[in-house]
């Protein structure tokens, strides 16, 4: 009888730290944050600054290289966060998308006019 009772003890407590760390992740892993987190990857994998972080990862100090990227890509998606926020609060998100799709579109006609040299 003790070795049962100690076996259901033994399972509540592993539901309960087993739901803790559920309810944990779920507030940290938002729909938003997964959203940013796989935009943001995508987006950075095989740019130029990753082969260029790569290039001087393996010619300087590689733990010196991460942190300094660490930091910079931070600060710099700090900025953009920061700036859009306030943009946001001054100009509607359909402004912003209109004036974003038509840079876009005069850039890619810039591009097939005037090819690089």
Known sequence: MKSYCFQVEEQLEYR??????R???SRFCTPIFLESFILTFVAEWGDRSQIATIALATHKNAVGVAV???IGH???TSLAV????MLASKISQRT???IGGLLFLGF???SYFYPPL
């Open 16 to 21: 309960q730290g087993k739901t803790a760390v």
């Open 23 to 25: 309810r944990i992740f």
């Open 68 to 70: 300094g990227a660490t």
């Open 74 to 76: 931070t600060i710099c």
């Open 82 to 85: 920061v700036g859009g926020s």
């Open 96 to 98: 912003v998308a209109t």
């Open 108 to 110: 890619s006609l810039s």
